[in-house]
């Protein structure tokens, strides 16, 4: 999001820029890994006989891969429990399908709050403010449209870093063990789903709190899959082993 304020005539230009991805060494680390995963296979998807076959199973690989990293079934009919649902950030065209689905949890009661990553910046220019939407704004101006009212969002900070996933399952994880949360729904989309669920059972194996992981939003491309699976990789074989290692440790 863009940190300083902008004017009508250069917003969505300014927008435009500061969405851009810049490659960076991750994205070449990730990209290594996914070799490997193909050469070798991830004891969960075998892909080498696949690569052996060169294109005529592709489409069959991408099939499996967009499965197991998309689907987790889960969501079953909520009991009457302390209950929240918990949104995982996004481009505001996610967000708007996440926030509708999360709205349908709470006008069904079940969940009693929605809570959702805080984000710093500013949205697009607001013709009747005169001015830009800061995150904050926008988000409770959406989630009115859906019939939820202010003082039933609760904004959630967390600590920014490259494993933003990583970064809220920790935090997520004290904020529903403070708040007495039996069950949290997790909003995100459906490729993602799977690293939620790595993350979140990591940080949350040793709490009261049931999650319900609910995957919204499905449309991705090849090189936006094998990115995530490699991000997947990552978590399942570096991140979460060296959690657990320093937790013994301590």
Avoid at 59 to 72: F, G, H, P, Q, S
Avoid at 104 to 111: I, K, N
Avoid at 173 to 182: C, D, F, L, P
Avoid at 199 to 225: H, M, P, Y
Wanted: with cysteine; proline share 2%; aromatic share 12%.
């Amino acid at each position: 999001m863009v940190l300083a304020e902008i004017n009508q005539t250069g917003s969505k230009q300014a927008i435009r820029k500061s969405c851009r991805k810049r490659p960076s060494a991750f994205v070449f680390l990730f990209a290594f890994i996914v070799f490997l995963a193909l050469a070798y296979g991830s004891g969960d998807i075998w892909v080498f006989p696949v690569v052996k076959e060169k294109l005529r199973g592709f489409a069959e690989t991408r099939l499996n891969i967009k499965n197991y990293v998309c689907d987790i079934d889960n969501l079953e009919k909520a009991d009457k429990k302390r209950s929240a649902v918990y949104v995982l950030g996004g481009s505001q065209r996610s967000l708007r399908v996440k926030y509708s689905f999360a709205a349908s949890l709470y006008e069904t009661d079940a969940a009693e709050i929605i809570m959702v990553l805080h984000q710093e910046g500013i949205t697009k220019y607001d013709p009747e403010m005169g001015r830009n939407l800061t995150n904050r704004e926008w988000t409770v101006r959406e989630f009115a449209n859906l019939g939820v009212d202010e003082e039933n969002i609760e904004f959630v900070s967390i600590k920014s870093g490259f494993f933003g996933t990583f970064s809220e399952a920790g935090t997520l994880a004290s904020v529903a063990e403070g708040k007495g949360i039996q069950e949290l729904f997790l909003v995100c989309s459906s490729y993602h789903c799977r690293r939620v669920e790595t993350a979140f059972r990591a940080f949350f194996e040793n709490n009261a709190t049931v999650i319900k992981i609910c995957g919204v939003d499905k449309n991705i491309g090849v090189k936006g899959l094998l990115f995530e699976y490699g991000k997947l990789l990552v978590y399942k074989y570096i991140l979460i082993p060296y959690k657990k290692y320093i937790n013994s440790n301590q």
